[in-house]
């Protein structure tokens, strides 16, 4: 599903956009840069970037899922010229504006639709969220990501892999789903900290024709399949597939997680109950561009697979948790340190109500 060259062009009404924003390390490979910066300066660190602007940048963690995200808006334009129900994509970035025009010129190098950025001179990107009604956040830094989430928006931490992209199917944008603590709450995972598998179990059964609560990603999750309904309706091949893939078990404690997306009118394409076992396997046989988890060793087996996920920093697990490595400086005009620590932090999510979706 490469790009087209039609490039259907983000709308001035931006109240039905699906917006993802992501910060430029997300997007572009910009972390020998960034480790420039850290070294020698901000001056230096300009230089550099007025230097070096006409050399483009590689592709970051994100960049597939956003190429994916984009060949999707051609798709619904075609069912509708005048439709801006669309992805929209948005660089929320704390370089600096004299560095921005090397971001731009490899924007147009890999021929992206991607018009509107903010440049934001070191200010925390998190400020400007809500500005652009953000559906997601993904960046590289844990910090960011936890504190957008205590905002009230969907926010994940995406990771350099060593998939290949030519691996990734082209005709679908294929999005995984974990179930507690990211489409689903935390609630269940709590009983399990507390009261160990019997008693999480007896908790399964016990609420069975219960819905759980709300996760970090269901706002995200249901936004999707707005879209996806636009092709079902015209019965029409979607270029969007959703799945969740879960380490509960089916029988046992699969059914809880199917009622509560029925009551929440969420179509969900798959559901796979891996009941503790890995996730790589089945995450190689879908070929996400964007697999969202919770667990770190979730996390860390799937990136060692090749498979492109991203942490959701949610939940009991990250309770009363500092985020580490992300050691970063006010006025940081880059994206801060790469996120490499395992040390995980929890936020209460608020939803927020947000004009015209």
């Not at 205590?150 to 990734?168: C, I, Q, R, T």
């Not at 969202?292 to 697990?317: E, F, R, T, W």
């Amino acid at each position: 599903m490469a790009a087209s060259s039609s490039r259907a062009q983000p709308p001035k009404d931006t109240t039905k956009t699906l917006t993802i924003t992501l910060s430029a390390r997300a997007l572009f490979d910009l972390e020998e840069e960034d480790k420039f910066f850290h070294e020698n300066g901000l001056d230096a660190y300009i230089k550099l970037m007025v230097e070096k602007e006409k050399e483009v940048l590689g592709k970051g963690p994100a960049f597939e899922f956003v190429k994916s995200a984009l060949a999707v808006n051609d798709h619904i334009r075609q069912l509708d010229k005048d439709d801006d129900e669309l992805f929209d994509i948005v660089i929320v970035s704390r370089n600096h504006a004299q560095a921005g025009s090397r971001i731009i010129n490899s924007i147009n190098h890999y021929g992206l639709c991607l018009e509107r950025l903010s440049l934001a001179g070191g200010t925390d990107p998190n400020t400007y969220l809500g500005a652009w009604n953000t559906d997601l956040f993904l960046s590289p830094d844990e910090k960011d990501a936890r504190s957008a989430i205590e905002a009230g928006f969907p926010a994940a931490v995406v990771y350099k892999y060593n998939g290949d992209h030519k691996d990734l199917p082209k005709d679908q944008l294929r999005i995984v789903f974990d179930g507690d603590a990211v489409l689903f709450s935390d609630e269940s995972e709590r009983v399990f900290k507390e009261k160990g598998l019997a008693g999480f179990q007896q908790n399964e059964e016990q609420k069975a024709g219960i819905p759980l609560g709300e996760g970090p990603m269901k706002t995200f999750a249901s936004r999707i399949a707005q879209i996806q309904e636009k092709f079902h309706k015209a019965n029409k091949p979607n270029p969007i597939r959703t799945y969740l893939v879960t380490a509960r078990s089916g029988a046992s404690a699969g059914q809880r997680t199917l009622i509560t997306l029925r009551d929440w009118g969420l179509k969900i394409d798959e559901c796979h109950y891996k009941s503790g076992a890995s996730k790589t396997a089945i995450l190689k046989a879908i070929r996400p561009h964007l697999f969202l988890d919770d667990s770190q060793s979730h996390i860390d087996a799937a990136l060692k697979g090749g498979i492109p996920a991203a942490k959701v920093p949610y939940g009991i697990n990250y309770e009363n948790q500092k985020p580490v490595g992300n050691k970063k400086r006010d006025g940081d005009p880059v994206e801060g340190e790469d996120a490499k620590g395992t040390m995980k932090g929890y936020y209460h999510v608020t939803k927020k109500a947000k004009s015209g979706k």
